[in-house]
């Protein structure tokens, strides 16, 4: 029957089964098995709605893909290294730091990146340790002919937490010698840096590079070098 399904049943030669058609708006060629032989079957073509999403169906799909969390453009890294501070009440230090950032072309990128390091006090028992965080541009590229190895540079201004502790000293008589310090300052920071990296991969890479750090109010700048590696995602 045109327009309509129907079933139709045929029975099996070899086990005596029947097998089940439907008949429909649309002829298809003849089927044979070595059990069964179906005669030509139609389908109604029109109703194609059981391949296809519903608008509703596509609707919900096209949010759910515009709602997803991507993490293209988007790296990492991290790194440990040696301070040297300017003032030379500071002993060399050492801390680690790390940064999050976007790429956003093949050479340009930028970053928010955090930094700790401690040191000794030079001749007198206490310490000191700064906390940064800094905002800066990226810019890297591979060198010419080489598919591995990569420079960078980057640049950014934050603030820097300064921090200084140390007890007061007296001599035999319990004279005063040297009084406490418990100094704290926030300030303004411009920080640069740049290296060269190795990829091992398309997403890991391993770096080497200098940082030079500017604290603004009479506080110690510093000078590093550091290795880490750099994620991207």
Known sequence: MPGTASENTFPDNDNNLESSVFLSTEEFYT????STV???????SSNTTIFNNTPEESKIAQNSDENSISFDNWYAGASLGVFFPSDGLLDTGFGPAG??????????????GLLYAGSDLDGRVGDANILSVIASAR???PFEGSNNWNYF???GVGFTRSSVTAPATFDLNNNLVQPAIDSEDTSF????????GYEFNTNTSAFAQLRYL????????????ELG???KF
């Open 153 to 155: 540079g980057t640049a």
């Open 99 to 112: 940064y999050i950032g976007y790429q956003f072309t093949p050479n340009i990128g930028g970053e928010l």
């Open 214 to 225: 500017n604290v603004s109010g009479g506080n110690s700048n510093y000078l590093s070098t």
């Open 229 to 231: 590696v750099h994620y």
């Open 31 to 34: 089927v044979s098995t070595s």
């Open 139 to 141: 810019y890297s590229a």
């Open 189 to 196: 920071s411009f920080e640069v840096k740049g290296g060269v």
């Open 38 to 44: 179906l005669q030509s079957f139609e389908i109604d």
